[in-house]
């Protein structure tokens, strides 16, 4: 036993030394080079006792890196949990002795993360119960940054469970308060950051999930940690991805590849390729896509994951079409049928898709047009969901406001102020130079865009009406096959159909690109006007826009006259116009 004390105070001794030969940035190195290198030393809870207990120590090593050092020496007993557990457990009770109660509430928090692996954590019930638990026991010590801390995994809890509004409300509550107090540890503060990011992400406010991820990754997080994970820097490429930053989002993707190549895991590897694949078909970059999109089709399937292989082949199957190849995108159709996930309906309307234009290719125009129906059903499910998805962004939103600090952050940091009010007086400046020779190039572009528009204006026409004649045959052989006539009483109408198609995405792409070149910039002032709109009431108001009949615009979405109705109810109920004809002024003032 006196053998043993005097090694350790040896090692203790030396350890001191090169801590006063040391800069700061490398005590740290040091101190954890020793901690995974001495056996006796990781073996022994005292050691790292006495190491606190120096006064030596506290003097050189600030608290956030003596919080690093006990993270890198509690994952270093990973394989160990009741040791583990006991050494946390003496830790936390010396320094609750000593009233450090930062760390204490640190190690408190670890052996709370120890304590969840061995809970079910599909029974949400006894999680729930679980940090409630402990939001009572933070509370009983007096422990705020901690009471704080549990409540954000509680209100995370909830937001997974589908409560969005109750559980932004306590994470931002929680939030606020620890941005202003500080948080128990950086992995605490890390994993807060990260939650936050993707709970933006989930409702599609992808500037506000850039804000946080991004911030996440500014956390000094430990050694043990630096293996940054790759779901956040994916999930900033797949932000910027939505916010049509294709060159941002590969880098990014990129990113989260190579961190995933040198933790040699071969799933996030494939994965991360088909984002990037993905952002390049996104791009119509149909040939740069294809080697990254069968990578993350042929990982997925070795590796037993198929959601991430049948997104893979669905695009696949769209390429292949696209080039006529109909053999090679029957093999990428039949592998999603077998594993397709029906309930993801943006992937159900690529299938159907996929099926109709497949059989079309190989002229088989009576079974194309069987998937027709399925395809309207899906996208009017999808358009369905996406009008519930805005309810729960407005209670989020409500949620949000009550609790988001970023204002009060900036009210205290004068220096940021400052910062901004010179940064807006040199934007005030460039845009009043800009807006000038805005003014002189569109005086130079007028006079020659005029021809451009008159010819757009008729090409729109021309689409259009060739849309409306193409329903119009769809719903005329429609009433007849419901009538029951004869085959031979079809087969006209069949081949007459076989010339047309329906609004798909590609359709509306075209439309799209012809309204753009008609009416300039105003599918774009109308989102910075009304930036909650979807998809479907986005193409409602363009049809408006052009003084379409509700009926013909029901056959031109492929929906009932009544639905076409509700949509207009609803939009004037929530933007509050209430009389008939206001959606019809509203977009002549856009």
């Not at 994916?234 to 989260?256: K, M, T, V, W």
């Not at 497949?358 to 999808?382: C, P």
């Not at 406001?401 to 005030?428: C, P, T, V, W």
Request: hydrophobic letters at 40%; aromatic letters at 10%; a neutral charge.
């Amino acid at each position: 036993m006196h053998h043993q004390r005097l090694q350790r105070t040896q090692i203790i001794s030396g350890l001191y030394f090169v801590f006063s030969c040391c800069t700061m940035s490398t005590r740290t190195l040091v101190f954890l080079f020793s901690l995974i290198f001495s056996e006796r030393l990781l073996s022994q809870a005292d050691s790292i006792l006495d190491l606190l207990r120096s006064p030596e120590l506290r003097r050189s090593m600030p608290e956030d890196q003596r919080k690093l050092v006990i993270y890198d020496y509690y994952y270093t007993l990973k394989d160990d949990r009741p040791h583990r557990l006991a050494v946390m457990k003496k830790l936390q009770e010396e320094m609750e002795a000593r009233k450090d109660q930062d760390l204490a509430q640190m190690l408190q928090y670890l052996q709370w993360n120890d304590s969840l692996v061995v809970i079910n954590t599909a029974d949400h019930d006894i999680i729930e119960a679980f940090w409630r638990r402990k939001v009572q026991y933070a509370h009983s010590k007096n422990w705020p940054t901690l009471e704080a801390e549990a409540n954000f995994n509680l209100g995370l809890l909830r937001f997974n469970l589908k409560h969005f509004g109750e559980g932004m409300e306590m994470m931002m509550q929680s939030y606020a308060y620890v941005t202003e107090h500080g948080w128990s540890s950086p992995v605490a503060k890390y994993e807060e950051l990260t939650s936050l990011g993707h709970a933006f992400y989930y409702f599609g406010d992808w500037t506000t999930s850039l804000r946080y991820l991004k911030e996440s990754r500014l956390v000094n997080i430990p050694l043990s940690q630096r293996a940054y994970p790759y779901q956040s820097l994916n999930s900033i490429g797949l932000c910027y991805r939505h916010l049509d930053q294709p060159d941002s989002a590969i880098y990014y993707f990129n990113e989260s590849y190579e961190l995933a190549k040198r933790a040699q895991d071969t799933f996030w590897m494939g994965l991360t390729h088909g984002n990037i694949g993905s952002t390049y078909y996104k791009e119509d970059d149909y040939e740069k896509a294809l080697p990254y999109l069968e990578e993350d089709y042929r990982t997925g399937i070795a590796k037993g994951v198929f959601g991430s292989s049948v997104l893979a082949s669905l695009s696949l199957a769209h390429i292949e079409l696209k080039r006529g190849n109909t053999p090679a995108a029957e093999e990428y159709i039949r592998f999603a049928s077998d594993h397709i996930e029906r309930s993801i309906l943006d992937n159900m309307v690529i299938y159907y898709e996929n099926l109709y234009d497949y059989h079309k290719l190989k002229g088989d125009t009576r079974q194309a047009l069987a998937f027709v129906d399925s395809m309207i059903i899906s996208q009017r499910e999808k358009n369905e969901l996406l009008d519930r998805h805005i309810l729960d962004q407005a209670e989020m939103r409500v949620a949000v406001a009550k609790y988001d600090s970023s204002l009060r952050l900036l009210e205290a940091a004068r220096g940021r102020q400052i910062l901004m009010r010179n940064a807006l007086f040199i934007i005030l400046v460039l845009t009043a130079l800009i807006a000038l020779l805005w003014i002189k190039r569109i005086q130079f572009k007028r006079q020659t865009t005029m021809q451009q528009l008159a010819e757009s204006e008729e090409e729109l026409k021309r689409f259009t009406k060739s849309l409306l004649e193409k329903n119009e045959q769809l719903r005329i052989f429609q009433e007849k096959a419901d009538a029951n006539l004869p085959a031979t009483d079809r087969s006209a109408d069949i081949a007459e159909l076989s010339h047309y198609s329906i609004l798909t995405e590609d359709d509306w792409k075209h439309f799209r690109k012809l309204f753009d070149a008609v009416y300039p910039g105003f599918l774009v002032r109308l989102k910075e006007k009304i930036n909650d709109l979807s998809p479907a009431e986005t193409r409602l108001l363009a049809l408006t826009k052009l003084q379409i009949q509700s009926s013909d615009m029901a056959s031109m979405l492929g929906i009932s006259a009544n639905s076409i109705r509700t949509s207009r109810y609803r939009l004037r109920k929530r933007l509050n116009l209430p009389e008939e004809g206001s959606l019809g002024e509203l977009v002549d003032l856009i």
